[in-house]
């Protein structure tokens, strides 16, 4: 069993930036990937980046404005969201597969934090 706690969320204007962090349990080889859920929409699929190194994977809505990082040591994940916009305004979570296959469906991590508000302001 793997816990994922998320921080780093906050409120912020377009154009700014914010990381957000991920902590896990304990040191596993796990997949590790980021989500977010706007109100009203489906969870949807944001970053993510194997322990092996392989990846990272992106969504195109974010691609070349966020970064996926990781810290093996740590049992952190890293992810830095520069350039934001009021629609990436969501809940961000953080996720886990025991896997070094990088996938970008919900139903493909086991493990979930209870997620941090990212809020962009226009």
């Known amino acids: 069993q793997v816990q994922l706690v998320e921080s780093g969320g906050g409120l912020v204007h377009t154009g700014g930036s914010l990381r957000l962090s991920c902590a896990a349990s304990?040191?596993?080889?796990?997949?590790m990937g980021w989500f977010r859920q706007a109100p009203g929409k489906e969870r949807e699929f944001v970053a993510a980046?194997?322990?092996?190194?392989?990846?990272?994977v992106y969504a195109d809505s974010v691609k070349g404005r966020f970064t996926i990082s990781r810290e093996g040591d740590k049992n952190l994940s890293y992810l830095q969201m520069n350039s934001l916009k009021p629609e990436d305004t969501a809940v961000y979570y953080c996720?886990?597969?025991?896997?070094?296959?990088?996938?970008?469906?919900?139903?493909?991590?086991?493990?979930w934090g209870q997620g941090t508000q990212v809020t962009v302001s226009s």
């Open positions: 996720a886990a597969r025991a896997s070094s296959l990088v996938v970008s469906t919900t139903s493909g991590y086991v493990y």
């Open positions: 304990a040191r596993t080889k796990h997949t």
């Open positions: 980046k194997s322990w092996l190194g392989s990846g990272p």
